[in-house]
């Protein structure tokens, strides 16, 4: 039986394609080592740096209010709380990324950790946060 070189090469270039965008586009698992903590930007969402790439991800299960666009003043507050808590918890050593996959916006989902303690776990048990697991969300606003 003869092999047929260009479909050989169909199929390699084809799969190496799959294979390409499956890596891009799947859910990640595990330790990212090669992303860090750019920066903080609230209280749930902070700037990877992925290598040379910068991505915009936010803490899995996690709602903190908003400072952005606050409904009301108590919620600003509480905002810059939970971002200021957040800096503070990240500063204090070592970070470990998990990245856990991608939100509806194309934003990774992690697990930021510090000496094994997941950030936003924290901030839920200071106040500072909810538990979120999708759909709507509640108000901060009393």
């Known amino acids: 039986m003869r092999r047929d070189p260009a479909l050989a090469a169909y199929v390699a270039l084809t799969l190496l394609l799959l294979w390409s ?6 859910p990640y698992h595990g ?14 969402t902070v700037e990877l740096r992925c290598g040379a790439e910068r991505r915009s991800a936010r803490l899995v299960g996690v709602d903190t209010p908003e400072t ?17 808590r957040l800096r503070a918890l990240l500063a204090a050593g070592p970070v470990a990324v998990f990245r856990q996959g991608f939100d ?4 990774d989902l992690v697990v930021l ?12 048990a200071e ?10 969300r509640g108000g ?3």
């Open 21 to 26: 965008a499956a890596d891009r586009w799947a």
């Open 31 to 44: 330790a990212a080592a090669a992303c860090r903590v750019g920066h903080v930007i609230d209280g749930d």
């Open 140 to 142: 901060w606003c009393g």
């Open 68 to 84: 952005h666009d606050p409904k009301c003043p108590a919620e600003a507050a509480l905002g810059r709380k939970a971002t200021e």
């Open 113 to 124: 950790t510090v000496a094994g303690r997941d950030v936003g776990a924290v901030l839920v």
């Open 104 to 107: 509806k916006y194309r934003r």
């Open 127 to 136: 106040g500072l946060a909810r538990a979120y697991h999708g759909g709507a």
